[in-house]
């Protein structure tokens, strides 16, 4: 989904004009923090399901992923690997 900006680009001014708009168009919404976020900004994170024991991944933001913010995410459904 497009987003508008990113919240971790305007922390840092420097990254902004390297990821410019074709980051922000394949970037998203954090699902953990609901910050827009560039796609150099999103990283993969992996976890399994409690109930069918598949595996499944999604993207996050970096600045959750570095503060291990998303492991509380769904935490009743999902056993977190990343
Ligand atoms: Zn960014
Ligand atoms: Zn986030």
Wanted: proline share 6%; glycine share 4%; with cysteine.
């Amino acid at each position: 989904m497009p987003v508008r900006y990113c919240a971790i680009c305007n922390e840092n001014p420097a990254l902004v004009a390297r990821s410019g708009q074709e980051a922000l168009d394949e970037g998203d919404y954090c699902p953990v923090c609901y910050e827009p976020t560039c796609r150099p900004h999103l990283s993969v994170v992996r976890w399994r399901w409690r109930e069918s024991g598949e595996l499944d991944s999604g993207l996050v933001c970096k600045n959750c992923v570095r503060t291990y913010a998303h492991r509380n995410w769904d935490v009743f459904h999902r056993d977190w690997i990343t």
